[in-house]
């Protein structure tokens, strides 16, 4: 018998084939994964701070952990970036960019060089390997002087990293209210407490005289 006829001609057919073609040449794109960093401010003792910069991919993890250690200390804005370097990804703290405000009166003081945390080190926040979130810390405090700036608006670049956001600033008041760190704490005064020693050899304190002396104390 003569061997069947080829099927007809479909609009159908002819489309999938193209469809299937232009998914080939379509370029594969790979997806880059968000970051978040949030800034904590440690009051340390009198316009004196620990501003620590935490960064995190697990957000319910690092909620659980600000809410055990950070729950009393004030936050700043989140900043969402991703890495540049998606294999060995880092971002680094510049402290060295120019400022728009002046500084006069505080100081800032880094705990390591490079500011720099890692992508690894984020990836590992909420293991076992890494229980707390990477941070990078930074000392600030201000000194009640003439001419000191009220306020510390401090700009920090940061590398390596593609984010909206260029740049954070460290905020920060000055108290001026007290001159020292130590007004509100008074030095106790050594005070001689009478006693009767009469009667049956015992030492006995006269409770009129031991209230004056604490009045005397506080």
Same mark, same amino acid.
């Given at each position: 018998?003569?061997?069947?006829?080829?099927?007809?001609?479909?609009?159908?057919?002819?489309?999938?084939?193209?469809?299937?073609?232009?998914?080939?040449? +379509?370029?594969?794109?790979?997806?880059?994964?968000?970051?978040?960093?949030?800034?904590?401010?440690?009051?340390?003792?009198?316009?004196?701070?620990?501003?620590?910069?935490?960064? =995190?991919? %697990?957000?319910?993890?690092?909620?659980?952990?600000?809410?055990?250690?950070?729950?009393? %200390?004030?936050?700043?804005?989140?900043?969402?970036?991703?890495?540049?370097?998606?294999?060995?990804?880092?971002?680094?703290?510049?402290?060295?960019?120019?400022?728009?405000?002046?500084?006069?009166?505080?100081?800032?003081?880094?705990?390591?060089?490079?500011?720099?945390?890692?992508?690894?080190?984020? %990836?590992?926040?909420?293991?076992?390997?890494?229980?707390?979130?990477?941070?990078?810390? =930074?000392?600030?405090?201000?000194?009640? +002087?003439?001419?000191?700036? +009220?306020?510390?608006?401090?700009?920090?670049?940061?590398?390596?990293?593609?984010?909206?956001?260029?740049?954070?600033?460290?905020?920060?008041?000055?108290?001026?209210?007290?001159?020292?760190?130590?007004?509100?704490?008074?030095?106790?005064?050594?005070?001689?407490?009478?006693?009767?020693?009469?009667?049956?050899?015992?030492?006995?304190?006269?409770?009129?005289?031991?209230?004056?002396?604490?009045?005397?104390?506080?």
């Amino acid at each position: 018998p003569p061997p069947p006829p080829p099927p007809p001609f479909s609009q159908e057919n002819e489309s999938s084939g193209d469809d299937d073609d232009s998914v080939k040449d +379509k370029p594969q794109v790979k997806g880059t994964r968000s970051y978040t960093g949030q800034i904590y401010y440690v009051r340390t003792g009198f316009n004196r701070w620990l501003a620590k910069l935490m960064i =995190i991919r %697990d957000v319910n993890a690092f909620m659980k952990y600000v809410e055990a250690e950070h729950s009393k %200390d004030e936050k700043d804005e989140m900043i969402r970036f991703q890495f540049i370097d998606p294999v060995n990804g880092y971002i680094e703290l510049d402290m060295n960019i120019p400022q728009e405000r002046p500084v006069k009166g505080w100081t800032l003081v880094p705990h390591k060089r490079p500011l720099r945390l890692t992508k690894k080190d984020a %990836d590992l926040f909420g293991s076992q390997e890494l229980p707390i979130p990477p941070s990078c810390l =930074i000392t600030v405090w201000g000194e009640i +002087k003439d001419n000191a700036e +009220k306020l510390l608006s401090y700009s920090v670049g940061l590398i390596g990293i593609d984010s909206d956001t260029k740049e954070i600033c460290i905020n920060r008041f000055l108290d001026t209210s007290s001159t020292t760190e130590t007004t509100s704490h008074k030095t106790p005064q050594s005070i001689h407490i009478p006693v009767n020693t009469s009667g049956n050899n015992l030492t006995q304190v006269d409770p009129h005289q031991l209230v004056e002396c604490i009045k005397l104390v506080f």
